[in-house]
């Protein structure tokens, strides 16, 4: 199994700041990898797939970098709506997840 | 809109079953592979069952596997997830989620989207 590690577990950026959010694979991924963003009570919602290319509806400050086994989500000007958990997953040997990053106000 | 809404959770003594309900609107159901994930309560994201757009292959989890069977009833446009011998740790919100990705070389890589809103299901005597 491909274990998924994000870092950090809690990130506290003030509004209007970049954040900066990791994972890594244990094994190469290519460029098979997604990012998620839940806010409490909701399900998850697709942000990033294919590593770099953003989901349907995503605003431009989500960014997605990486390929391999490091990869990272930048949000360029963090809004009050993006504070929430962030999970990153692999999807080239069939699924696993890390086990979130959670986005704090600062 | 795409739509998927879960039903059928609740609270079950372990060692009993539940059958868990997706209802899917707004898109072709029967163009995709569908799965089911699960979420225990403060906890991660953990897959659980893939099933294929017509059904013929549905691959699970290790954690469920045996105990777990995904299937799909194209004619309802519904997604279904028969659990026998419950345990504790499967207590968790199951959600339901669309395939979306692409095949390359003989194989398939797939991301989720979009997911339904999910239900609780509690597994306690």
């Known amino acids: 199994e491909i274990v998924m590690t994000q870092s950090p577990a809690t990130l506290s950026v003030s509004p209007g700041e970049r954040a900066t959010l990791s994972c890594r694979a244990s094994q190469s991924v290519s460029s098979n990898l997604a990012w998620y963003q839940q806010k409490p009570g909701q399900a998850p919602r697709l942000l990033i797939y294919?590593?770099?290319t953003r989901a349907t509806g995503i605003p431009a400050r989500f960014s997605g970098s990486g390929s391999g086994t490091e990869f990272t989500l930048t949000i360029s000007s963090l809004q009050s709506e993006d504070f929430a958990v962030y999970y990153c997953?692999?999807?080239?040997?069939?699924?696993?997840f890390g086990q979130g990053t959670k986005l704090e106000i600062k | 809109q795409v739509q998927l809404v879960e039903s059928g959770g609740g609270v079950v003594q372990p060692g009993r079953s539940l059958r868990l309900s997706c209802a899917a609107s707004?898109?072709?159901?029967?163009?995709?592979?569908m799965h089911w994930v699960r979420q225990a309560p403060g906890k991660g994201l953990e897959w659980v069952a893939v099933?294929?757009?017509?059904?013929?292959?549905?691959y699970y989890a290790d954690s469920v596997k045996g105990r777990f069977t995904i299937s799909r009833d194209n004619s309802k446009n519904t997604l279904y997830l028969q659990m026998n011998s419950l345990r504790a740790e499967d207590t968790a919100v199951y959600y339901c989620?669309?395939?979306?990705?692409?095949?390359?070389?003989?194989?398939?890589?797939?991301?989720?989207?979009?997911w339904g809103q999910g239900t609780l299901v509690t597994v306690s005597s």
């Open positions: 989620a669309r395939d979306d990705g692409y095949c390359s070389g003989g194989s398939c890589y797939s991301w989720f989207d979009p």
């Open positions: 997953q692999q999807y080239n040997n069939w699924y696993t």
């Open positions: 294919g590593a770099s």
């Open positions: 099933i294929w757009y017509d059904g013929s292959n549905k």
């Open positions: 707004g898109f072709t159901f029967s163009s995709y592979g």
